[in-house]
């Protein structure tokens, strides 16, 4: 299999001296096309700067990460962007959708800021929104959506096109169990279409819908698995220093 996303030996730090903070230690973590990957953690544990730099948000202090192939540190800043733009979608718990524009409009846009025309990316958008059975909300401005239509909406902006690779930031955090589930079957159905799928969750049985949990601990990958046992050890506090 194709490894779409892969860290090797990623670490991250934050800082200097007395305010120094080790982010991430020697991470390594490989998702597969047609993959979908949960990362669990207690809270600093380093599940979102994964995701960023995941994402080609942030550089890591060391490591290496390829993209679809790509090995990032290679990539000017043009070309990580344009990267960014054409393989990686992102959802976000807030959603992050523009007040201004319909729900097609918000899917189409990553496709028109990557030169796509507007009579296409629009085509595209709907094309997304209706695998999400969201086609009669197409003209709906978020505000006129609910919270579980707008995070569908979310998601086809991310999947919308070629994009090789999803990652999402709790996802389901402002969401009742009903639309959560409804969430993470959406990411199961993009992964299931080609898709590498990389969801940070708090909630052990959302994180049920993925091939594999990995499991963060102080910046450090401390267990994978494939059925999740023992997620309430793995996510209680560690001891006070």
């Known amino acids: ?73 290679r990539l000017s800043r043009n070309d ?65 959506l609910s919270g579980g239509e707008r995070q569908r909406v979310a998601i086809a902006r991310a999947v919308v096109g070629e994009r090789r690779v999803v990652l999402a930031d709790e996802p389901t955090g402002a969401l009742d169990s009903v639309n959560g589930e409804a969430v993470m079957r959406l990411l199961r159905a993009a992964c299931q279409r080609g898709v590498a799928g990389v969801v940070v969750t708090h909630d052990a049985q959302l994180a049920s819908w993925a091939d594999r949990v990995v499991f963060l601990r102080d910046g450090r990958v401390v267990d994978q698995t494939g059925t999740s046992p023992g997620v309430e050890s793995l996510l209680a506090p560690g001891p006070s220093s």
């Open 1 to 73: 299999m194709t490894a779409e996303l892969e860290l090797r030996r990623v670490s991250k730090v934050f800082g200097s001296g007395p305010t120094e903070v080790q982010a991430l230690r020697d991470v390594d973590l490989r998702v597969e096309a047609g993959e979908l990957v949960a990362v669990m953690g207690p809270s600093g544990s380093g599940k979102s700067t994964l995701l960023t730099i995941a994402g080609t948000l942030e550089e890591p202090t060391s490591g290496e990460v390829a993209v679809a192939g790509r090995e990032v540190s």
């Open 80 to 144: 990580r962007a344009r990267l960014r733009r054409h393989s990686v979608g992102y959802v976000f718990q807030d959603f992050n959708l523009l007040a201004g524009l319909t729900a097609v409009e918000n899917v189409a846009l990553p496709l028109e800021l990557d030169g796509v025309g507007a009579r296409a990316a629009a085509a595209s958008g709907l094309e997304a929104l209706e695998r999400m059975g969201l086609s009669e909300q197409a003209d709906r401005y978020p505000d006129e």
